[in-house]
């Protein structure tokens, strides 16, 4: 990974969302992260994109395509981005990819990638129309 990535990579649109490193209270029993810590990371950034995107409150509905390509370490610098792929009616397709820089290391790897699919929701938590783009 460069990083001197921009905060917005103008080829895809992608916006550095998230980035922070693992910690040992983040394991499994094999010492490695947990999956499910790095997918609520990956949700976090996705959620930052709806919420620009709706201007409001939105909630995850699905995630697709999920796979784990390398495992992320303790003490692993995880950047995560994320970008909005398509927009419905009240709905939002919002692909993220996360990258892990080992500790000691210059160079970061994609560990995993999957879309998110978030609703608008009004105040009482039904749907609601996005705003106009």
């Known amino acids: 990974m460069d990083e001197s990535r921009p905060v917005t990579d103008p080829e895809d649109g992608s916006v550095l969302a998230i980035r922070t490193i693992a910690m040992p209270a983040d394991t499994n029993p094999s010492g490695d992260i947990f999956g499910g810590w790095l ?24 995630v697709e395509g999920m796979k784990f390509h390398q495992p992320v370490k303790v003490g692993d610098e995880v950047t995560i981005f994320a970008r909005l792929v ?10 993220v990819e996360a990258h892990a820089r080992r500790r000691f290391a210059e160079d970061a790897v994609v560990v995993t990638a999957a879309d998110f699919y978030f609703v608008a929701l009004d105040d009482h938590g039904s749907k609601r129309a996005l705003p106009e783009a």
């Open 86 to 95: 398509s927009r419905g009616r009240t709905s939002m397709r919002i692909a």
């Open 39 to 62: 997918m609520s990371q990956m949700d976090l950034a996705a959620g930052n994109v709806a919420g620009r995107v709706s201007r409001g409150r939105a909630a995850t509905v699905a």
